[in-house]
């Protein structure tokens, strides 16, 4: 019903910078919160940032003030701009979106792309 395609990823040094889209497509009737998570070897998945509908934004303590993310309800992409990146940012990258389809528009439901690989190495 709803799909998640990611895009951005790949290796970098530390100090680089990346910028990871995800664009939602399929039967959607309203989109709510867009996010991104993080999953590293080993470690629980944890949310990077999300932005609402409005346009509000909320950052991990680790990543404020070096990644930025953003959304165009247009064309139902989120983005995550990352700067100043560390070795301890390196995990797969998930899109995360909370919407409801056409079929049940009463219904939220959370949306995953399949993730995307960051490595921040020397």
């Known amino acids: 019903q709803v799909q998640l395609v990611e895009s951005g990823g790949g290796l970098v040094q530390p100090g680089g910078s990346l910028r990871l889209s995800c664009a939602a497509s399929g039967s959607i009737f309203s989109i709510y919160t867009m996010g991104w998570y993080r999953q590293a070897p080993g470690k629980q998945r944890e949310l990077v940032a999300s932005?609402?509908?409005?346009?509000?934004?909320n950052y991990a303590d680790s990543v404020k003030g070096r990644f930025t993310i953003s959304r165009d309800n247009g064309k139902i992409t989120v983005y995550l701009q990352m700067h100043s990146l560390k070795p301890e940012d390196t995990a797969v990258y998930y899109c995360n979106l909370e919407a409801s389809v056409v079929l049940t528009p009463e219904i939220r439901q959370d949306y995953w792309g399949q993730g995307t690989q960051v490595t921040v190495s020397s």
């Open positions: 932005i609402t509908r409005s346009g509000t934004p």
